[in-house]
C-alpha cells in the first residue's frame, strides 16, 4: 500500500520528530543510554542476566528447573535493579516508550487510523 503525504504533513512531521528528540524526555533517554554503552559493569551485568533468563527458559522447557538456578537468577536481578547506569537507562526507556505511546494515541484518534502503524512506510 503506497501512501503519499502531501507536503505539508511530511512538514509537520518533521517537526513532530525534531521537537520529540529535543524533549527532556528523549535528552534524558539518549544521555542514559550513553552512559550505558560506555559502562563495561553495566554491559556485563544485562549480558548475564540476559543468559541466565534464556537457561532458567531452557531448564522449565525442559522440566529441569532447580531452585539454585532461580536463586542464581533472582540475585543476578537484584544486582542489576542496584545498578544505577541500568536502573537510569531502563527508566528513561519506559519514559520515552510512554511518551511514544501516548503520542501515537492522539494523532491516531485524531487521524481515525494507528498512526505507528506508518512508522516503517518509506515516505515518513
Known amino acids: 500500500m503506497k501512501i503519499d503525504l ?17 524533549s527532556k524526555v528523549f535528552t534524558q533517554y539518549r544521555n542514559a543510554r550513553s552512559n550505558m554503552d560506555s559502562d563495561r559493569e553495566a554491559h556485563a551485568l544485562m549480558d548475564q542476566l540476559g543468559k ?31 545498578n544505577p547506569v541500568i536502573v537510569d537507562y531502563l527508566g528513561s526507556r519506559q519514559e520515552a516508550a510512554n511518551l511514544l505511546r501516548e503520542i501515537n494515541r492522539e494523532i491516531s484518534e485524531l487521524l481515525g487510523l494507528n498512526f505507528a502503524s506508518f512508522a516503517n512506510h518509506p515516505t515518513c
Open 52 to 82: 541466565s533468563q534464556a537457561r532458567v527458559r531452557q531448564m522449565q522447557a525442559q522440566g529441569e528447573v532447580n531452585q539454585a538456578e532461580i536463586d542464581s537468577l533472582r540475585l543476578l536481578q537484584q544486582r542489576v535493579l542496584r
Open 6 to 22: 502531501s507536503p505539508q504533513l511530511q512538514e509537520a512531521m518533521k517537526l513532530l520528530v525534531e521537537h520529540l528528540l529535543a
